[in-house]
């Protein structure tokens, strides 16, 4: 079947085009950074981590502003919009890629952190999408938005319940959207995006640090997996722009960590049968 969306990103613009990446300071949103500069994008950066992002920024050759932005704050992705458009005059591709980990069991973690898990993993891509769409609507050319979900966000994972919830709201968001986005016959494609392991700094963020001696159990299993199997944010981010340029939907350059959990969940709902663990 000829996808409409796939047709209309052959005229996407990457060479000298513009990528908007929030989370951008480290990880995955960093490697995303120095492949679309490697392309001859033009990079806005945006992350909460005002440091972070200016120590960052100034690694980069190439044509690169830094926005600080919290994405959980619309009046903040709103002016991170402002400013790449007075800047640059258009975006291309924007990467909604910010998010944290939130660990503990979910009847034990307290609704400050379970609201900041959803603010930030699920508000923060609906904020991009409330200030983001309707520019890429009003400027009537081919763009593209990525949406970072996680395999995490097909496979509920016990442990992690913030961030298997706000994963799967991700998907469910970029699906109406991108179907919304056709109904409209926009220029526009969607990418949902659901990382395998990746070698970042995701394991070490401060709200694991609360999170109880099974979580801490549970995180360093998954921070050692991450250390042997995942792959570099430079590795991940070559897949994901051929991805782009292909108008793929599915973004999910990791098979290997994925597949085989993925048939059997869905073999299991079919058949009725109780979930099993999923790691
Ligand atoms: N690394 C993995 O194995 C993996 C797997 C699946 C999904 N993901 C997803 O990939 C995305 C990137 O994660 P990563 O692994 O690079 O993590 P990371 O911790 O290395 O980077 C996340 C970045 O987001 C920023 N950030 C956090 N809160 C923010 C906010 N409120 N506003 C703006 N920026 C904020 C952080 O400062 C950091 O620079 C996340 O959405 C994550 O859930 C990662």
């Known amino acids: 079947m000829t996808d409409a969306s796939g047709a209309q990103q052959q005229a996407l613009r990457l060479r000298g085009g513009v990528a908007v990446i929030t ?18 994008m033009r990079v806005v950066l945006a992350d909460v981590q005002e440091a972070a992002l200016r120590d ?48 503990g069991f979910s009847w034990e973690i307290e609704p400050e952190r379970w609201k ?19 520019r890429l609507l009003q400027a009537a050319r081919p763009a593209h938005i990525v949406n970072t979900s996680s395999v995490g966000g097909f496979l509920p994972s016990p442990l992690m319940a913030p961030y298997s919830v706000s994963k799967f709201a991700v998907l469910a968001l970029s699906e109406s959207l ?44 998954m921070r050692g997996m991450l250390e042997q199997h995942g ?25 290997e960590a994925f597949d085989d959990l993925f048939r059997q969940r869905n073999e299991d709902i079919m058949a009725r049968r109780n979930p099993r663990m999923p790691w």
């Open 178 to 221: 991108r179907a919304e986005l056709e109904m409209l016959q926009a220029p526009i494609g969607v990418s949902l995006l659901a990382p395998g392991p990746v070698k970042t700094g995701i394991f070490n963020n401060p709200f694991g640090a609360h999170a109880g001696t099974a979580a801490q159990a549970f995180v360093d299993n």
């Open 23 to 40: 989370g951008a300071a480290s990880g995955i949103g960093s490697g995303l950074a120095r492949k679309a500069l490697s392309l001859g």
């Open 56 to 103: 960052f920024a100034a690694t980069l050759r190439g044509e690169v502003l830094a926005v600080p932005t919290d994405v959980s704050d619309a009046a903040s992705v709103e002016r991170l919009a402002q400013r790449a458009y007075a800047e640059f005059g258009a975006v291309d591709v924007l990467f909604n890629n910010a998010g944290v980990l939130t660990t």
């Open 116 to 134: 900041r898990s959803l603010d930030i993993n699920f508000n923060g891509v609906l904020h991009g999408l409330r200030s983001f769409v309707p």
């Open 231 to 255: 792959l570099t944010p430079d590795e991940f981010a070559g897949p994901v722009f051929e991805g782009i340029a292909a108008g793929r939907y599915w973004l999910i350059p990791q098979p």
